[in-house]
């Protein structure tokens, strides 16, 4: 027996392969969680989650032994979860290390890694005192425990640090919770990488490997698209195995795991580690198509069939097809009237699917978050090239306004 705790985002594609296997699996929820009874999966038990002994308690009547993580919300519960159930997971004593953005730095110079220099604030005065110490910008400025690229800005200058402080002490994050400080980080200038990984018993096996294309919109960085990488150079595998050690560093053992690297002049250095799968949402169909398996089945695997599993260890890394996975966006917030533009996006070489679109008459709001809020776009297709011209054509259709007409503010 399985409990997934909080399947959201692409934790509920993680229920559909568990369900796909005939596994059978608890969802465990708080209550503000719950979903409405018309929307909960047929005959998947729901677990109320009140406090970590009483939940427990709840887990083990059934024989729960298994503890997956079912989204970013899911991370500290389910680990907590595990801990008192006894059960195989990561290692509990690095806990914080795996959701606060500053610990985890730390853990990797513990762990004699490579790192991003790092600071928590609480107040204007501490950051104007280390800005000065630092004396170097830009610097990024970011809630140290939310996800989907809430809140980050990238100052060039320390009123626009102070700004974006002002913009995020205080108020509630993506995950629902106040942030108490902020943290500050060093520029790291370079490529932005994704490697997401599954992992047994502390061996980690490279699941999907992407290059990121991130611009800057009015100081936030904007994730356009990630585009796989069929071969990695030989910077790209050293880029592998460095985060591997920071899995480790990390105390991740089973399990799904995102972890965005940037490699640098200097050589790799982490952004952060997510042990959970990377979200919103994973395209079954279409990672099928292009690496002959989904994330959220390799982790159904590793636990219902670890045999199976264990064997994709001695297999090299090579999908036979480039996937590209576009954040779509509109040009500026407002009242969606119409997607006229996807008659073209649907006829672009190697498209193959869209999901989770707007519709007509829905507010757009924040456009810059990496939530899939205005859908998510899939192409698929032996070359590589082929497919970022589609996607240069992608971008300038939601650049120019052309994909999505937009009407209003959005205020």
Same mark, same amino acid.
């Given at each position: 027996?399985?409990?997934?705790?909080?399947?959201?985002?692409?934790?509920?594609?993680?229920?559909?392969?568990?369900?796909?296997?005939?596994?059978?699996?608890?969802?465990?929820?708080?209550?503000?969680?719950?979903?409405?009874?018309?929307?909960?999966?047929?005959?998947?038990?729901?677990?109320?989650?009140?406090?970590?002994?009483?939940?427990?308690?709840?887990?083990?009547?059934?024989?729960?032994?298994?503890?997956?993580?079912?989204? !970013?919300?899911?991370?500290?519960?389910?680990?907590? @979860?595990?801990?008192?159930?006894?059960?195989?997971?990561?290692?509990?004593?690095?806990?914080?290390?795996?959701?606060?953005?500053?610990?985890?730095?730390? #853990?990797?110079?513990?762990?004699?890694?490579?790192?991003?220099?790092?600071?928590?604030?609480?107040?204007?005065?501490?950051?104007?005192?280390?800005?000065?110490?630092?004396?170097?910008?830009?610097?990024?400025?970011?809630?140290?425990?939310?996800?989907?690229?809430?809140?980050?800005?990238?100052?060039?200058?320390?009123?626009?640090? @102070?700004?974006?402080?002002?913009?995020?002490?205080?108020?509630?994050?993506?995950?629902?919770?106040?942030?108490?400080?902020?943290?500050?980080?060093?520029?790291?200038?370079?490529?932005?990488?994704?490697?997401?990984?599954?992992?047994?018993?502390?061996?980690?096996?490279?699941? !999907?490997?992407?290059?990121?294309?991130?611009?800057?919109?009015?100081?936030?960085?904007?994730?356009?698209?990630?585009?796989?990488?069929?071969?990695?150079?030989?910077?790209?595998?050293?880029?592998?195995?460095?985060?591997?050690?920071?899995?480790?560093?990390?105390?991740?053992?089973?399990?799904? #795991?995102?972890?965005?690297?940037? @490699?640098? #002049?200097?050589?790799?250095?982490?952004?952060?580690?997510?042990?959970?799968?990377?979200?919103?949402?994973?395209?079954?169909?279409?990672?099928?198509?292009?690496?002959?398996?989904?994330?959220?089945? @390799?982790?159904?695997?590793?636990?219902?069939?670890?045999?199976?599993?264990?064997?994709?260890?001695?297999?090299?890394?090579?999908? #036979?097809?480039?996937?590209?996975?576009?954040?779509?966006?509109?040009?500026?917030?407002?009242?969606?009237?119409?997607?006229?533009?996807?008659?073209?996006?649907?006829?672009?070489?190697?498209?193959?699917?869209?999901?989770?679109?707007?519709?007509?008459?829905?507010?757009?709001?924040?456009?810059?978050?990496?939530?899939?809020?205005?859908?998510?776009?899939?192409?698929?297709? !032996?070359?590589?090239?082929?497919?970022?011209?589609?996607?240069?054509?992608?971008?300038?259709? !939601?650049?120019?306004?052309?994909?999505?007409?937009?009407?209003?503010?959005?205020?």
């Amino acid at each position: 027996m399985i409990a997934l705790v909080i399947p959201a985002s692409s934790g509920v594609q993680l229920a559909d392969a568990l369900q796909e296997e005939g596994a059978a699996f608890v969802e465990v929820y708080p209550e503000d969680r719950v979903p409405a009874a018309g929307a909960r999966r047929g005959h998947v038990k729901t677990v109320v989650h009140t406090d970590p002994d009483t939940t427990a308690d709840r887990l083990r009547a059934p024989g729960v032994r298994t503890v997956i993580a079912g989204s !970013e919300f899911g991370v500290t519960l389910a680990d907590e @979860l595990a801990e008192r159930l006894g059960l195989p997971y990561h290692d509990h004593g690095l806990r914080m290390a795996r959701r606060d953005k500053y610990a985890m730095q730390q #853990a990797l110079a513990r762990a004699g890694l490579h790192h991003t220099r790092s600071r928590v604030v609480h107040g204007e005065e501490e950051l104007r005192d280390l800005l000065g110490r630092w004396g170097a910008y830009p610097v990024v400025i970011k809630p140290f425990n939310s996800a989907g690229s809430d809140g980050c800005r990238i100052c060039t200058t320390a009123d626009a640090a @102070l700004a974006a402080y002002r913009a995020i002490a205080g108020r509630r994050n993506l995950l629902g919770e106040i942030n108490e400080g902020v943290l500050v980080q060093e520029f790291l200038a370079g490529s932005q990488y994704v490697v997401n990984t599954v992992s047994m018993d502390g061996r980690h096996l490279l699941a !999907e490997l992407y290059a990121e294309r991130i611009d800057r919109v009015e100081g936030s960085p904007v994730l356009r698209h990630i585009i796989s990488r069929t071969t990695p150079e030989e910077r790209e595998q050293r880029l592998v195995e460095y985060t591997g050690s920071c899995l480790d560093a990390l105390g991740i053992r089973d399990g799904a #795991a995102h972890t965005e690297v940037m @490699l640098t #002049a200097d050589g790799p250095r982490l952004v952060e580690v997510n042990s959970r799968l990377m979200g919103p949402y994973l395209s079954p169909d279409a990672y099928h198509c292009a690496f002959g398996y989904c994330s959220p089945h @390799l982790v159904a695997e590793r636990f219902l069939r670890p045999d199976d599993f264990r064997k994709r260890f001695d297999l090299p890394y090579g999908p #036979a097809r480039t996937l590209a996975m576009v954040f779509l966006r509109a040009s500026r917030a407002g009242v969606l009237t119409s997607l006229e533009g996807l008659r073209t996006v649907r006829r672009l070489p190697g498209f193959h699917s869209v999901a989770r679109l707007p519709q007509v008459s829905d507010v757009l709001r924040d456009t810059r978050l990496t939530t899939g809020s205005c859908g998510i776009a899939f192409f698929v297709h !032996e070359d590589a090239e082929l497919v970022e011209h589609s996607l240069a054509v992608l971008h300038g259709l !939601e650049d120019s306004g052309a994909l999505f007409q937009v009407v209003g503010t959005g205020a």
